[in-house]
């Protein structure tokens, strides 16, 4: 049975820095791509970030370029979300999940600069709120 859970989240005041955490069971971290996404109250969910494992490949929202790092640690199953100077507008509930898109056409859609689709990924785990106030 697959299971993603996240955590790492938190209440951080602006310009403070978190590391999300998304572990996962059931699946092998070397044969799918992991992805984060975000929900802010009264928002879509919006793709942050994405790491293909079989070629390094990584995806950032423009919102997030520059700030937000993503990294695996195959042999502890899990994906983290380093994120950096963060700011109000960061605030959401951020899930992590597992592309359903074979990773070598997510590698070309990276390069191609396609946006993150919800509806790609499966396996959802329950989310961890992150609130960014001062």
């Known amino acids: 049975q697959v299971q993603l859970v996240e955590s790492g989240g938190g209440l951080v005041q602006p310009g403070g820095s978190l590391r999300l955490s998304c572990t996962t069971s059931g699946i092998s971290l070397g044969d799918n791509a992991i992805g984060w996404f975000r929900q802010a109250p009264g928002k879509e969910r919006e793709g942050v970030s994405c790491i293909v494992s079989s070629d390094g490949s990584t995806y950032y929202a423009d919102s997030v370029k520059g700030r937000f790092t993503i990294s695996k640690d195959a042999g502890k199953n899990t994906v983290y979300l380093e994120m950096n100077s963060l700011t109000p507008e960061d605030t959401a509930v951020y899930f992590c999940?597992?592309?359903?898109?074979?990773?070598?056409?997510?590698?070309?859609?990276?390069?191609?600069?396609?946006?993150?689709?919800?509806?790609?990924?499966?396996?959802w785990g329950q989310g961890t709120q992150v609130t960014v106030s001062s």
């Open positions: 999940a597992v592309d359903r898109i074979p990773q070598s056409l997510r590698a070309v859609r990276i390069r191609l600069g396609e946006v993150l689709s919800e509806s790609d990924f499966g396996h």
